[in-house]
């Protein structure tokens, strides 16, 4: 069944995506003056389209809750809490003079928002310890390697080390995390990069 | 970021889901992620296109997708496929633009996280909203940061192979897949090259 069905690229969208990737590889590559004022605004309207999806997907997220309590489906006390403050936050940043700057909305931020995230960043800590545990094995393939590599790296960090290391071998491991490692690192983001760019492609051909 | 994040890996995860879902009555939960870039969701719409072509299932999943760029929009115009009846496409949820914010609302965007916990290879114990950051290749459809890293073995394959098969449809071939690789690898040896002799 799956067979017979295909998928019809919207030649009108990929018309818009050439024009304006010619448009920003002129700006970019020929430095053509009178192209500059067009793809500054190209750029001004991709950071309000961002803006207006974060605003959509605002609208999104109360419409779906909404629609969860009317039915009454599992959980439906949850989705009431979110429209509440969702509302409240809303409100406050309305009808207050001093709009996302007042103290209601700042001490939301503050108490909810900033925990949560700093919460998640936080947790870094025991992803590295986990993936030391676990990698960083001489019996593994590569493990002497990446061991070698964190060895080296901290005991150019660690103060008591750094006082009775010699300052070569500091220079060796700042050159060897500066030139090697960041080249490979810049290497594995461009090939991602250009990887995901041929994805994008084959989305844009609809996978043909 | 992880070696099984191609359109073919998120399509086969979410496959997965939704059938698991499709057999306990329950609404499948697709993760999108909340990716920074706009590149970063390349895969995730590519994917979306092969899951809607390949579906036979009756199934509206829920799909979760957040980040700080419009590109969550897009998955509402993925193009319908014309031929043959078609499964329903998912119904998207805007999943905020942070971190914090996604891992909420993935946790209130299903009322059935256990069973997806279990099937993830959790104990009931672990919220599935955590399940993504400790183990984020078993969510190919996530877009990760470099600092989640992979705790699941090199070499293992978390997520059935061939899903599709199952459904009578066989899972579509990507001949780029190999030579992409490869080119990658050549392209990054280049770099450590130029940065030694440069």
Redesign the interface.
Known sequence: ??????????LFALLIILAVFVLLGIDRFAEIPTVRPFAVMIYEW?ML??A???L???V??AW??VRRIVAG???WL??LL?IIAFVVVLATGLFSTTGVRSPLVEMLFDTI?AP??A??FA??AF??A??AY?YLRVGR?GGLWLLAGVLLVFAVQMPIANATLSLSIGNFVNWLVD??A???L???L???????????I??LL??R | MYWNRSAADIAAAWQAEIESKLEIGATALLLAGAPESMLGSAATLLALQQSTLLRNDVATPLLVAGGNSAVWLALLMSPQPTGAPHAPMPTLIFGGADEATYLAMTGLSTSLTASRATYLGFQNTTPLEMGRTLTPRLEPGIATSWEMLPLVEVGEHPIPAQPFAAAGTPAPADPTGEWIGWGMMLFALCLVLSALLI
């Open positions: 069944m799956s067979a017979a069905r295909t998928l019809r690229p919207n991709a389209l961002s207006f999806a974060l959509l997907g605002a999104n997220v779906v809750h489906d599992a959980g949850h989705s979110l928002i949560g995230q919460t998640i947790m870094l992803f590295m986990a993936a676990r393939t030139v090697p960041m080249a490979a810049r290497g594995a461009l090939g991602s990069g250009f990887a995901l760019l041929l994805v994008a084959r989305f609809t996978n």
